[in-house]
């Protein structure tokens, strides 16, 4: 029973915690998503180039398998409020990103509007939000600040940078790293800052439900060739998914030894069970069983103990991760600045074989290779076979 129990907890343990990076991981993805598209074009050498004007770009954009296809103009700028100012991005988007993104779910306050009445308005994230101390009561505008193409900087600065007002219809909370960073305005008014006529500095894109991701990626990139590199949302952020999978993988061995460890009260246990049994055996002998099939009974019985500390383990963790995400009993804080209340976790089913494998194999080889040596040892010589 000490030996089902330790497995049990080291399986248990196992299921928890990778359900728990899986929550975290799909936590992150799911508030990407809401501002990545799934598919972003831009150009392999230089900052802009004109969507309209490319007929390969036009090809790409009445493919059967693009739902949506937005130019966007992005640049760092200097945003001001009131006598505050902050170094952001403005992102200028056009009509079709609403449909593109799901950044008017995410809305903080006020609402997700770029147009009314004639008149631009402004999105901007919660982290700018703080750091200018901004309040939409539209009394004050956001004065954003971009230098000026062709001029450098000279005795006044400020010859050298466009400046244009804005006010802000509403503030979005998403990811930290969005949040802390975007503005975003209609294209026409950040081209018109830039001095850009159909300048993009790139394209997003939306594919159809039920169309193929990877093969759809594949086929803008070919047709579009060298001039032009296809990211999806994976490569978009790939260095933190990567960091992400290797934390994930790194804790399974941990835990993984930690099980190993856990694993030698199997062996303590046959080793006792094999000496207490000395005259079992021998009756066994006597009766004409062979040392390979008295093996094959503690190595059973060993394997035994792996497999039911392993299933009960499966179970309580998938039990415990049901509570948790149901009832969300561990929180994380009441500092109220986290995306979620609890912890989150997401429970998949490749995780959970790959557990229950991973267990059995140690419990096979903790069962295996002692068994014949304590059999051996304690029991008889393989010379006398």
């Keep these: 029973m ?111 509007s770029l147009h009314k009445e004639n008149r631009q308005f402004a999105v901007i994230g919660r982290g700018v939000q703080v750091r200018l101390s901004l309040s939409l009561n539209y009394m004050e505008p956001l004065i954003i600040y971009v230098p000026e193409r062709g ?17 802000t219809s509403g503030v979005f909370s998403t990811q930290r790293e969005y949040d802390m960073e975007y503005v975003i305005v209609p294209i026409e008014f950040a081209r018109d800052l830039l001095d850009y006529k159909t300048e993009a500095t790139k394209v997003e894109i939306k594919i159809r439900e039920g169309a193929n991701l990877n093969r759809t990626q594949d086929k803008i990139q070919n047709i579009l060739g ?54 079992d055996i021998m009756i066994l002998r006597n009766l004409g069983a062979n040392l390979k099939t008295i093996r094959r009974i503690f190595f059973m019985e060993g394997w035994l103990i792996s497999i039911i500390g392993s299933v009960i383990g499966v179970a309580l963790g998938i039990f415990v991760c049901w509570l948790q995400q149901y009832f969300g009993i561990v929180t994380l804080g009441q500092g109220g600045s986290f995306i979620v209340d609890h912890y989150p976790v997401d429970i998949q089913l490749l995780d959970i074989f790959g557990i229950f494998l991973t267990v059995l194999i140690i419990g096979f080889l903790v069962s295996y290779f002692p068994v014949r040596y304590i059999t051996k040892r304690y029991i008889v010589d393989e010379k006398t076979e």
Excluded: C
Excluded at 151 to 167: D, M, V
Excluded at 243 to 256: D, G, H, R
């Design 226 to 279: 060298a001039e032009y590199d296809v990211q999806n949302r994976y490569q978009m952020h790939e260095a933190l998914y990567k960091v992400m999978k290797s934390e994930k993988w790194s804790i399974f061995m941990i835990l993984t030894f930690i099980l190993i460890v856990a694993s030698f009260n199997i062996l303590g246990s046959l080793t006792m069970l094999i000496i207490d049994k000395k005259q």
């Design 2 to 112: 000490v030996s089902v129990v330790g497995v049990t907890i080291g399986t248990m343990a196992l299921v928890i915690v990778l359900s728990a990076f899986n929550g975290f991981d799909e936590m992150i993805r799911a508030t990407y998503n809401s501002f990545d598209p799934d598919l972003k074009i831009t150009p392999h050498r230089g900052k802009t180039f004109e969507p309209t004007k490319d007929s390969l770009l036009q090809k790409v954009k009445n493919f059967d398998e693009v739902a949506v296809f937005s130019e966007v103009v992005e640049e760092n700028a200097l945003i001001q409020y009131d006598e505050k100012q902050y170094l952001g991005k403005i992102k200028g988007v056009d009509s079709d990103f609403e449909n593109l993104s799901g950044v008017d779910s995410m809305i903080y306050d006020g609402k997700f």
């Design 151 to 167: 001029r450098s900087i000279g005795a006044n600065p400020n010859q050298a940078f466009n400046r244009k007002p804005i006010f």
